[in-house]
């Protein structure tokens, strides 16, 4: 039997594990926190990224090497990498890690991004407001992720204010400007390399953020034509075919007026794939599982409509979930708390009009469960 680690314990590895045990692939996970959630569904192995003695025991219970979330420590990876296969290759940390250096890749790669300055002290990010324009946001270069580490920028005024709110949070990291795009809604593109270069894609998705963190996914994205959908893949297969990349790759995008600029990619599956799961012939779960393990890629294409909801923060009583028609409850064996992501309920229906009824009716499940003061959440899903 296969095994494939996965530096990571968290609910994409929980996912990976549920979508490759059918396959007859066990797995194995690496995570600082003993009850990961992904430790319900396979081995987990618990140590700090830096203990080489925890790693040690990680790579030699398994056969080749995943990870479900990109702030993995590098030197982590490396380690791995120079004893078993790691996919996608350590290297896309280095990018992904980093926004200056996901940019900068992007551009080389002919792909537009918005307008962005690396800033390492007020003066400096004074003259990248100057340059570039407001409004626009300030963000941290690494570790920032569902919304955390970003100040908007309404103009230069904002400047003293946004230096010290994010230079007290985040001290000691660097920072990067953004101009801002002014897009009409947020796109994903998924895609999946494998061992063999064969690369598939699936269709756009149409996401709804709140507070930095993924409310709402819907696919395939309404009213895309062939051109932006071909647009995206170019894009994908462009960085696919550089990184010399395997697995599932997200790459967020911002369209307006017929054009696609990309925000950022994640090298690994991603929330905006989860309506994979009932929504499409092969989940990007499987998939990827497929392509690290050195297999055929699955068939991407859509089985109907569908549409997947987060749960943050609070769960709705599940009977009151279970009892809604087309829906696909996934709980993730996490505690509730503020601003985490605790599950997610795809819905999946013949039509677009009937996946729409039914992400109505769950917007007021979900608002009717949310803490007193999280309610206006539910608005955002418009």
């Known amino acids: 039997m296969l095994r494939i680690g996965v530096l990571g314990g968290g609910q994409l590895g929980r996912m990976l594990a549920l979508a490759g045990v059918p396959l007859g692939v066990c797995f194995v996970f690496f995570d600082p926190i003993a009850d990961a959630s ?11 990224y830096d203990d080489r003695s925890a790693l040690d025991r990680f790579v030699e219970a398994v056969d080749v090497v995943t990870y479900e979330f990109e702030n993995v420590p590098t030197a982590a990876a490396e380690y791995v990498a120079s004893r078993r296969p790691v996919w996608p290759p350590v290297g896309t940390l280095h990018i992904a890690q980093d926004r200056l250096r996901e940019k900068q890749f992007f551009n080389a790669l002919g792909i537009p991004t918005a307008p962005f300055a690396a800033v390492d002290s007020k003066e400096s990010l004074r003259a990248a407001v100057t340059e570039i324009g407001a409004p626009g946001i300030v963000k941290t270069r690494v570790l920032g992720y569902d919304g955390k580490g970003q100040v908007r920028l309404a103009s230069l005024d904002d ?3 946004a230096w010290d709110e994010l230079a007290g949070a985040f001290d000691g990291v660097p920072l990067i400007y953004e101009g801002f795009v002014a897009f009409e809604r947020e796109l994903s593109i998924l895609s999946v390399r494998a061992q063999t270069g064969e690369i598939v894609h699936y269709p756009l998705v149409a996401n709804v953020h709140h507070e930095g963190i ?6 395939p994205a309404p009213a895309v034509d062939a051109a932006v959908q071909a647009t995206a893949e170019s894009y994908a297969t462009r960085v696919l075919r550089e990184l010399d990349y395997v697995g599932v790759l997200a ?6 007026n017929g054009t696609l600029v990309a925000n950022e990619m994640a090298p690994r599956v991603h929330n905006s794939g989860h309506w994979t799961i009932e929504g499409a012939e092969t989940s990007q779960f499987e998939n990827h599982v497929r392509a690290v393990c050195g297999l055929p890629l699955g068939a991407t294409s859509m089985v109907g409509h569908a549409a997947m909801l987060n749960l943050i923060g609070t769960i709705p009583p599940l009977p009151a979930l279970l009892n809604v028609a087309d829906a ?4 993730y064996g996490k505690r509730e708390a503020p601003r985490r992501k605790v599950g997610h309920v795809t819905v999946r229906a013949a039509s677009a009009e009937r996946v729409q009824d039914r992400v109505a009716e769950l917007r007021r499940l979900i608002a009717s469960a949310v803490p007193v003061g999280e309610a206006a959440v539910s608005a955002t899903f418009a």
């Open 38 to 48: 992904a430790g319900h569904v396979g081995e987990l192995i618990v140590g700090k």
């Open 159 to 161: 400047v003293d204010s």
């Open 214 to 219: 993924l409310r709402l996914s819907t696919a």
């Open 251 to 256: 790459i967020e995008l911002f369209a307006a």
């Open 328 to 331: 696909h409850v996934h709980l």
